[in-house]
């Protein structure tokens, strides 16, 4: 009778110094000039328009839109935030009337917005016919609008409504991810990315770094914001 042995494969993982990492980073090159376009593309997409004039100054990267449509976007993304919708929705159709003809998502979540203001502000009796006249023949036409109409409604049965099982929509994190929502809807009709990239490359970073830890113990960066090299455990 023959037996077979399976020997267990060794966890041991590679380990790199800080100095031989270092070494490899030093070897990658970067241009300064994409560096910069990476700056650029932040600071016109969140809407830093007076940083994007003077970075364009000090760096002589040119911007791949008009900065003189960044003030204009970011004067609807502050009505919103602000709480007034009505102003930011004819701020954006000043701009481009088929961004909501053509986004009725968005042209929802504006109105659901409106209505949550109201409730907000206590108008009770203009809440639920706001909601009736505007919201719930859209309702009726999809089933996710319905189920936000409803949750929205639900504010008004309660009394603590900062306690209650939908408070979130009151919180200003929903002005936020309204806003943003608008502000992206904006972006991509003027051809733009509606998200910037430097996000998207340190979520990537994050992703390598938990690819690469299965496999060898290297100096990790757990501090984005000054990109700090740790020490490797061992």
Same mark, same amino acid.
């Given at each position: 009778?023959?037996?077979?042995?399976?020997?267990?494969?060794?966890?041991?993982?590679?380990?790199?110094? +800080? *100095?031989?990492?270092? +070494?490899?980073?030093?070897?990658?090159?970067?241009?300064? *000039?994409?560096?910069?376009?990476?700056?650029?593309?932040?600071?016109?997409?969140? $809407?830093?328009?007076?940083?994007?004039?003077?970075?364009?100054?000090?760096? $002589?990267?040119?911007?791949?839109?008009?900065? @003189?449509?960044?003030?204009?976007?970011?004067?609807?993304?502050?009505?919103?935030?602000? @709480?007034?919708?009505?102003?930011?929705? *004819?701020?954006?159709?000043?701009?481009?009337? /088929?961004?909501?003809?053509?986004?009725?998502?968005?042209?929802?979540?504006?109105?659901?917005?409106?209505?949550?203001?109201?409730?907000?502000? $206590?108008?009770? /009796?203009?809440? !639920?016919?706001?909601?009736?006249?505007?919201?719930?023949?859209?309702?009726?036409?999809?089933?996710?609008?319905?189920?936000?109409?409803?949750?929205?409604?639900? !504010?008004?049965?309660? *009394?603590?409504?900062?306690?209650?099982?939908? $408070?979130?929509?009151?919180?200003?994190?929903?002005?936020? +991810?309204?806003?943003?929502?608008?502000?992206?809807?904006?972006?991509?009709?003027?051809?733009? /990315?509606?998200?910037?990239?430097?996000?998207?490359?340190?979520?990537?970073?994050?992703?390598?770094?938990?690819?690469?830890?299965?496999?060898?113990?290297?100096?990790?960066?757990?501090?984005?914001?000054?990109?700090?090299?740790?020490?490797?455990?061992?």
């Amino acid at each position: 009778m023959r037996v077979c042995v399976i020997y267990p494969k060794s966890s041991s993982k590679k380990v790199i110094t +800080k *100095e031989e990492w270092e +070494k490899k980073l030093s070897e990658v090159k970067i241009r300064k *000039e994409d560096m910069n376009k990476l700056v650029m593309n932040f600071l016109v997409t969140e $809407g830093y328009v007076e940083a994007a004039e003077k970075f364009q100054m000090e760096s $002589g990267t040119q911007p791949d839109i008009d900065l @003189g449509t960044i003030t204009d976007r970011m004067a609807v993304r502050k009505a919103v935030q602000c @709480g007034q919708v009505e102003d930011a929705i *004819e701020k954006v159709n000043d701009l481009n009337p /088929e961004i909501l003809d053509t986004n009725p998502q968005l042209f929802f979540h504006l109105q659901q917005q409106r209505l949550i203001e109201l409730i907000r502000s $206590g108008q009770v /009796e203009e809440a !639920l016919e706001f909601a009736q006249e505007e919201l719930a023949p859209r309702g009726e036409e999809n089933h996710a609008f319905l189920e936000e109409l409803e949750r929205t409604v639900a !504010l008004l049965a309660f *009394e603590d409504t900062a306690n209650c099982p939908v $408070g979130e929509l009151l919180d200003i994190s929903q002005r936020q +991810k309204t806003a943003s929502e608008l502000n992206a809807a904006i972006l991509t009709s003027q051809s733009h /990315e509606k998200d910037p990239k430097l996000p998207s490359l340190l979520k990537m970073l994050i992703w390598a770094q938990n690819q690469l830890d299965e496999k060898a113990s290297y100096p990790r960066i757990n501090d984005l914001v000054n990109a700090t090299l740790e020490e490797p455990v061992t």
